[in-house]
């Protein structure tokens, strides 16, 4: 009898189950899409005491066709608000949107030079959102964000093909400083002896025009230094073009030779760095041996082939000391110097840099550079080659 009750009962439970899934709605957890406003970049400033949050928006059809003309109205959206930390200027910003806004597409995270200092906060304030990933790309810039977010784009392309969202296309053209995300950041602060360098987005009429009117365009313009997540300022790319050297996604760098009345360009595609130390006692010597392929692309007058390959290899050196002595000056370590103390002499790194006072001096760099020409194209180099 009490088998046949539970059996009784089991089954009027299961027939209960199965009439509360029929009357649930197939789409009980759907999402209007008109009702949500996607922000796709924040860009963060910091004065007098306020965060300051820029959020720029574009119109789904920009970010559903990138690599199809828009319609020529502008797609971007540009949203402005204040508080007392990130969280409240993201609040505040809410309550004047028609829609709810959401970080789920999320593709970029700019900071202004101001706002360097309260880096921990801002990362921290962001981390907080449950749609925020590390995969974000993350920028410093030195103009006002509003005009960043307001630079202009190519053939009404989706301003999802500009640097400030795909800097991979932008390193294939030119190399300098690989493009952070949030996790690389991260990694490279908490990393002992590393030096984080956080590319600057700017922006720039120097360049194009359409229909005879400058248009305004992203541009790299240099980078801010941290250790620790200690801001340590700005560096102009121009000062320290020879950190390009140093990046292991290296791509593509023209570089122009003169020589005497003949001059030539050579197309580097590929460099590679080792970096070595020497102890002793008290002080450290660094030395960079850095190799680099290339071939030539335009050449005036006669050259050959060793007086080429010198004096690629004498400007790239002159590049690379120049960002050196830069970085002593403004004590930076521009060169990631301290983490091979950190990784091949951790005994000296102990003793003498993980107080995080370490720099390196004037003198304690040398370096050296092979310059291998793999080919000439249709050039005909001059005799002694």
């Given at each position: 009898?009490?088998?046949?009750?539970?059996?009784?009962?089991?089954?009027?439970?299961?027939?209960?189950?199965?009439?509360?899934?029929?009357?649930?709605?197939?789409?009980?957890?759907?999402?209007?899409l008109?009702?949500?406003?996607?922000?796709?970049?924040l860009?963060?400033?910091y004065?007098?005491?306020?965060?300051t949050?820029?959020?720029?928006m574009?119109?789904f059809?920009?970010?559903?066709?990138?690599?199809?003309?828009?319609?020529?109205?502008?797609?971007?959206?540009?949203?402005?608000?204040q508080?007392?930390?990130?969280?409240?200027a993201y609040?505040?910003?809410?309550?004047?949107?028609?829609?709810t806004?959401?970080?789920?597409?999320?593709?970029?995270?700019?900071?202004?030079?101001?706002a360097?200092?309260?880096?921990?906060?801002?990362?921290?304030g962001?981390?907080?959102?449950r749609?925020?990933?590390?995969?974000?790309?993350?920028?410093?810039?030195?103009?006002?964000?509003?005009?960043?977010?307001?630079?202009?784009?190519f053939?009404?392309?989706?301003?999802?093909?500009?640097?400030l969202?795909?800097p991979?296309?932008?390193?294939?053209?030119?190399?300098?400083v690989q493009a952070?995300?949030?996790?690389?950041?991260?990694?490279?602060?908490?990393?002992?002896g590393?030096?984080?360098?956080?590319?600057?987005l700017?922006?720039?009429?120097?360049y194009?025009?359409?229909?005879?009117?400058k248009?305004?365009?992203?541009l790299?313009?240099?980078?801010h230094?941290?250790?620790?997540?200690?801001?340590?300022?700005?560096?102009?790319e121009?000062?320290?073009?020879?950190?390009?050297?140093?990046?292991p996604?290296f791509?593509?760098?023209?570089?122009?030779?003169?020589?005497?009345?003949?001059?030539?360009?050579?197309?580097v595609?590929?460099?590679?760095v080792?970096?070595?130390?020497k102890?002793?006692?008290?002080?450290?010597?660094?030395e960079?041996?850095?190799?680099?392929?290339?071939?030539?692309v335009?050449?005036d007058?006669?050259?050959?082939?060793?007086?080429?390959t010198?004096?690629v290899e004498?400007?790239?050196?002159?590049?690379i000391e120049?960002?050196?002595?830069?970085?002593?000056?403004?004590?930076?370590?521009l060169l990631?110097?301290e983490?091979?103390?950190?990784?091949?002499?951790?005994?000296?790194?102990?003793?003498?840099?993980?107080?995080?006072?370490?720099?390196?001096?004037t003198?304690?760099?040398?370096?050296n550079?092979?310059?291998?020409?793999s080919?000439?194209?249709?050039?005909?180099?001059?005799?002694?080659?």
């Open positions: 009898m009490m088998a046949a009750a539970k059996k009784r009962i089991r089954t009027a439970a299961a027939g209960l189950l199965t009439l509360i899934c029929l009357l649930l709605s197939g789409c009980w957890d759907e999402v209007n008109q009702n949500i406003s996607y922000i796709t970049a860009g963060i400033d004065k007098d005491g306020q965060f949050l820029y959020a720029q574009l119109t059809s920009a970010i559903a066709k990138t690599e199809s003309p828009q319609q020529p109205t502008d797609p971007v959206w540009i949203g402005k608000s508080g007392d930390s990130v969280q409240m609040f505040n910003l809410s309550r004047a949107g028609y829609t806004l959401s970080l789920d597409q999320l593709k970029t995270i700019v900071v202004h030079e101001r360097m200092n309260q880096l921990g906060d801002v990362l921290d962001l981390n907080r959102q749609a925020s990933r590390y995969t974000t790309i993350l920028y410093g810039t030195s103009i006002s964000l509003d005009k960043l977010f307001s630079t202009e784009y053939f009404n392309l989706s301003p999802l093909n500009s640097p969202y795909a991979e296309q932008y390193e294939t053209q030119y190399t300098f952070q995300t949030m996790q690389s950041f991260v990694q490279q602060v908490r990393d002992p590393m030096t984080a360098l956080l590319l600057d700017s922006a720039t009429e120097s194009w025009l359409h229909s005879n009117k248009i305004n365009t992203q790299i313009n240099g980078v230094v941290f250790k620790n997540l200690s801001y340590q300022g700005f560096a102009m121009k000062d320290v073009l020879g950190i390009r050297w140093l990046n996604a791509q593509k760098v023209y570089m122009k030779v003169e020589l005497d009345d003949s001059m030539a360009t050579v197309n595609i590929n460099s590679s080792k970096r070595r130390a102890v002793s006692g008290e002080d450290a010597h660094f960079l041996n850095i190799q680099l392929e290339g071939h030539i335009e050449m007058g006669q050259l050959t082939k060793q007086q080429l010198a004096a004498q400007k790239v050196k002159e590049e120049a960002a050196y002595r830069h970085g002593v000056q403004k004590k930076m370590d990631q110097l983490h091979v103390l950190y990784r091949y002499h951790n005994g000296y790194w102990k003793a003498n840099a993980a107080d995080g006072k370490w720099r390196p001096r003198d304690a760099l040398t370096v550079v092979k310059m291998i020409l080919d000439s194209g249709k050039f005909e180099m001059s005799s002694g080659t």
